[in-house]
């Protein structure tokens, strides 16, 4: 599976749009880009996933480049729940396996 | 409905000793997941099962821990003996599986391992 490469830390204000970045250079056509998060003393929380076209939840929207060698998360209105650990994740879709790198830990102040 | 229960949520035992961990995933799931997340890491895959068949136990260090999922739904993961370097959060998680498509995974609130 592909790598990811996510900046270590973020923070953007309360009731701002947060836009977390993820570099997946060595993506194959196959692979599908997933976000996680994990929440202080809790498990990972699915958020969205995505192959090539732009994809919107009630919890974030997906963008990946049209090269898909990147894409972004967008939680448009953060509130201090939002505060947690991002993991970018590519994985293959017929591969059950899910490798978590370091991810971006956000920070969303008051 | 329920998420993925797991049991205990704190556990502190001596190196050497042995200890286990309970998972009960979401009704229907076919495939589990134990995933260990040492302090400042994401997680790592330990083990999959898909029923109570293992499907992936490459990083599974074989010669201390184990993994069974009897009848296909709940699961416990032992260590015997335990080391220092076990202290850790161990996490399972659940999914849905149709042919060759796995969705999303659901994670239980975690083990936290302390080895003293």
């Known amino acids: 599976d592909a790598k990811t490469t996510q900046p270590p830390s973020m923070d953007c204000a309360e009731g701002r749009a947060a836009n977390l970045p993820c570099n997946h250079s060595?993506?194959?056509?196959?692979?599908?880009v997933y976000w996680y998060r994990q929440i202080h003393s809790q498990g990972p929380q699915y958020i969205i996933h995505?192959?090539?076209n732009n994809e919107t939840n009630e919890m974030a929207s997906l963008i990946i480049t049209e090269d898909r060698k990147s894409s972004t998360l967008i939680l448009p209105h953060a509130t201090l729940r939002d505060t947690a650990v991002y993991y970018c994740?590519?994985?293959?879709?017929?591969?059950?396996?899910?490798?978590f790198g370091s991810g971006t830990r956000l920070l969303v102040r008051p | 409905e329920a998420g993925v229960a797991q049991s205990p949520r704190y556990k502190i035992i001596e190196k050497r000793q042995s200890v286990a961990f309970w998972c009960n995933p979401i009704?229907?799931?076919?495939?589990l997941y134990w995933y260990q997340q040492i302090l400042g890491q994401g997680p790592k895959l330990l083990i999959q099962f898909q029923n109570n068949g293992v499907v992936d136990d490459s990083q599974l260090p074989k010669d201390r821990f184990s993994a069974e999922r009897l009848k296909g739904v709940d699961s416990t993961l032992k260590i015997q003996p335990a080391k220092l370097e076990d202290s850790a959060v161990y996490l399972c998680?659940?999914?849905?599986?149709?042919?060759?498509?796995?969705?999303?995974?659901?994670f239980g609130p975690g083990t936290r391992l302390t080895v003293t």
């Open positions: 995505g192959l090539k």
């Open positions: 060595t993506i194959s056509g196959n692979e599908y």
């Open positions: 998680a659940s999914s849905q599986t149709a042919g060759l498509i796995s969705y999303e995974q659901y």
């Open positions: 009704s229907g799931h076919a495939t």
């Open positions: 994740i590519v994985r293959r879709g017929s591969s059950y396996k899910l490798i």
